[in-house]
């Protein structure tokens, strides 16, 4: 089963960056069936959530709130994500994951971003 690994997290101050990093590994034919990445965040108290996707055909989305701020990227050959987060904002802290697209794999621990106001 294809497992994520998630990084990048910090506490950073309103108005600052950072960048989070996932791969995906395990069996060869998992990982060839994967087209796209979706990065997700779990606010506290809240359910996690789509943030931004990216496919193998060129297609990106966003959520609203994040629109102009992030930017997702992905290596098809490594099979690695990334997600820039410009602008941070306090409501955007939170438990960020990522996973592969369509099949989904078990998920990462997440990595924690914190943004102070």
């Known amino acids: 089963q294809v497992r994520m690994v998630d990084s990048g997290g910090g506490l950073v101050q309103a108005g600052g960056s950072l960048r989070l990093s996932c791969s995906a590994s395990?069996?060869?034919?998992?990982?060839?069936?994967?087209?796209?990445w979706v990065w997700y965040r779990q606010a506290p108290g809240a359910q996690r959530e789509v943030v931004a996707s990216l496919y193998r055909d060129g297609r990106v989305e966003y959520v609203d709130a994040v629109k102009g701020r992030f930017t997702i990227s992905g290596d098809w050959l490594k099979y690695k994500a990334d997600l820039q987060m410009n602008s941070l904002k306090p409501e955007d802290t939170g438990v960020y994951y990522c996973?592969?697209?369509?099949?989904?794999?078990?998920w990462g621990q997440g990595t924690q971003v914190t943004v102070d106001p």
């Open positions: 996973n592969i697209w369509p099949s989904g794999a078990r």
């Open positions: 395990g069996p060869s034919e998992s990982l060839l069936s994967v087209k796209g």
